[in-house]
């Protein structure tokens, strides 16, 4: 419990410091623009000030646009694009499509949204970063609630979250095989790479495993830790780069890990962790049928948060640095743009803090379900004590 009290008082700590930092540009920021003094004295013109504002908000509109795009997943990876021109630089990823037989095309078809893709008769949209079947002008319907009535196709692509999964398990598995084959080849001493990797896998099983789980059951649950840990750790690393992948901040991907400790902790539980849920020992049995219910939903509350707290945190940190980098366009003075910059920077190497406080966060609190699934009770003297009275 010391573990899962200092790691909350870990988190707390960073949550502040975002705040602070973010607080700080803020009230920097808006007293730099408060006293820039314009180049040239304004006119009369009473539709000047308006047109100003209007494009101020425009302005402030596509960054927001922006943002969401960077937080969503998408069909190529978009280092930057212009609007204007459509210039700019992408790496299209393969499309898979079936309807009425398979689709395979590249999304560069799409042209970021802005073309109809043709392929075997078939014409295609994107739409919201979702493939919808149309007709050749790219016509798109709505019902009452402006919601698209076009035909979905089964959409099977390489999205760019897909392709980060796929890279972080390539890049898992030679880590760990390097790692094994060291082991091999050197009697069991860690070689190369495997120097930095050993201390991470014994933090994992000395730090994490065997306090939350126990000396008897942590080896059974040291694979899906080590692997929880490092992928975790890896996707949000590979958010930080300039290819705007967000995996993390997915919440299918955050649910898909929160359903596998759910699950793992479910079929490994002995029979004295759902004797606590359905039928406490030492309790009086009206309490028994009230608490009952309580603590099943119990069971399903806590891979739920798993879900949102890795989910809620790798967004938030994406949309706070991504928003003091925007401000840079925003206000225009010598003082908003090198500070901006300049905390922007501050901020992403905090955002590296917490790409692994996020992985360890994760695993420790998997590790203690874990350890309350095949925790041992002794239940003689608790019933003993209840027949008494």
């Not at 003082?335 to 590296?352: H, N």
């Amino acid at each position: 419990m010391q573990i899962f009290k200092r790691c909350i008082f870990i988190e707390l700590i960073m949550y502040r410091i975002q705040n602070f930092v973010s607080a700080l540009f803020f009230l920097f920021a808006i007293s730099a623009s408060a006293n820039t003094v314009p180049d040239s004295i304004p006119s009369h013109d009473d539709h000047a000030v308006p047109n100003q504002e209007l494009e101020s908000v425009s302005f402030r509109d596509e960054i927001k646009e922006d943002i969401k795009h960077h937080l969503q997943d998408s069909h190529d990876f978009t280092l930057f694009h212009s609007k204007k021109d459509g210039s700019g630089f992408s790496i299209p990823l393969p499309v898979i499509l079936i309807d009425n037989g398979l689709h395979v095309f590249m999304s560069s078809k799409f042209h970021h949204g802005e073309s109809v893709a043709e392929s075997k008769g078939n014409y295609y949209t994107l739409y919201h970063n979702k493939i919808y079947k149309t007709d050749a002008e790219g016509t798109i319907h709505y019902d009452e609630h402006h919601h698209p009535t076009n035909t979905k196709p089964y959409d099977f692509s390489l999205t760019k979250s897909v392709v980060t999964i796929i890279l972080a398990s390539l890049l898992m598995l030679w880590m760990f095989t390097s790692l094994a084959k060291s082991y091999k080849k050197n009697n069991g001493i860690a070689t190369g790479f495997g120097r930095f990797l050993e201390p991470l896998v014994l933090f994992v099983r000395d730090e994490i495993a065997i306090p939350n789980i126990g000396e008897k059951h942590y080896k059974r649950y040291m694979s899906y830790l080590l692997t929880i840990f490092f992928f975790i750790w890896l996707l949000n690393l590979l958010g930080l780069t300039p290819l705007g992948v967000n995996v993390t901040g997915n919440i299918a991907i955050t649910f898909s890990l929160a359903i596998l400790t759910y699950l793992i902790t479910t079929f490994t539980a002995k029979k004295d962790y759902w004797k606590h849920i359905f039928w406490m020992p030492g309790v009086p049995k009206p309490m028994k049928v009230i608490l009952a219910p309580i603590e099943l939903l119990g069971t399903i509350i806590k891979p739920f948060s798993l879900m949102i707290r890795l989910y809620a945190n790798m967004t938030a940190g994406h949309v706070v640095l991504m928003s003091i980098l925007g401000l840079i366009f925003i206000f225009k003075s010598w003082v908003g743009g090198p500070l901006s910059f300049g905390l922007a920077f501050a901020l992403a190497l905090l955002e590296l803090l917490v790409a692994a406080l996020q992985a360890y966060i994760f695993t420790m609190l998997s590790a203690l379900y874990f350890g309350m699934a095949v925790e041992e009770h002794e239940h003689h003297h608790e019933e003993a004590h209840t027949e008494h009275h």
